[in-house]
Nanobody, 124 residues
Framework: QVQLAESGGGLVQAGGSLRLSCTAS????????MGWFRQAPGKEREFVAA????????LYGNSVKGRFTISRDNGKNTAYLQMNSLKPEDTAVYYC?????????????????WGQGTQVTVSS
């Protein structure tokens, strides 16, 4: 089985930055895509960013383009989400996800493994 664990969430003021990490453990994943999603209270889970196995393809949701950067270190089985210029509307639980695929999915149903989530709160 595969476990994903997020870390790095917290409380930050508007305009600030946070870096989230997602580390995979358990069964070794073959070539996989990793993604970040977020869910605010009362809202559906929203696509934030995704990255291919090689890191050569990165995709972003419209609301975070230009502010967030996804990256990965395959040697550490870890993906990162650097979040800059944070806004109160970025407040949500952030989840990482993984799927063994050469594609780069942007929808929740295309990911097989999920972390428990980490809370990000941006104060105004």
């Amino acid at each position: 089985q595969v476990q994903l664990a997020e870390s790095g969430g917290g409380l930050v003021q508007a305009g600030g930055s946070l870096r989230l990490s997602c580390t995979a453990s358990g069964r070794t994943l073959s070539r996989n895509a990793m993604g970040w999603f977020r869910q605010a209270p009362g809202k559906e889970r929203e696509f934030v960013a995704a990255i291919s196995w090689s890191g050569g393809v990165t995709l972003y949701g419209n609301s975070v383009k230009g502010r967030f950067t996804i990256s990965r270190d395959n040697g550490k089985n870890t993906a990162y989400l650097q979040m800059n210029s944070l806004k109160p509307e970025d407040t949500a639980v952030y989840y990482c996800a993984a799927r063994e695929t050469t594609l780069v999915p942007t929808t929740t149903w295309n990911y097989d493994y999920w972390g428990q989530g980490t809370q990000v709160t941006v104060s105004s």
